[in-house]
């Protein structure tokens, strides 16, 4: 069993900053690439960031120069920094993360953390 669980979310200002965490958990093998993804209202599901297993990252273009995605291997926990903050990135914030569990590779997703920004 693996268990992907976010912490950081919250309601913040215009402007403001707030870090996001994913720690996984359970019977795991090794994991390569980590991920945020957003859901806003009425929206789909959408890339935030992603990091793989060496240290490569990639963005959206909406969050290219604000947030910073981040990993610790030894901890299984990947880690979203975001600045600047604005309105539009009031989401449901996810974190995903693929995962070998056994003998096969999953992806996985947490129960989902809500970032909320104020005008």
């Known amino acids: 069993q693996v268990q992907l669980v976010e912490s950081g979310g919250g309601l913040v200002q215009a402007g403001g900053s707030l870090r996001l965490s994913c720690a996984a958990s359970?019977?795991?093998?090794?994991?390569?690439?980590m991920g945020w993804y957003r859901q806003a209202p009425g929206k789909e599901r959408e890339l935030v960031a992603v990091i793989n297993s060496g240290g490569t990252t990639n963005y959206a273009d909406s969050v290219k120069g604000r947030f910073t995605i981040s990993r610790d291997n030894a901890k299984n926990t990947v880690y979203l920094q975001m600045n600047s903050l604005k309105p539009e990135d009031t989401a449901v914030y996810y974190c995903?993360?693929?995962?070998?569990?056994?003998?096969?590779?999953?992806?996985?997703w947490g129960q989902g953390t809500q970032v909320t920004v104020s005008s």
């Open positions: 995903n993360a693929h995962i070998q569990h056994g003998w096969r590779w999953s992806d996985y």
């Open positions: 359970g019977d795991i093998i090794c994991i390569s690439a």
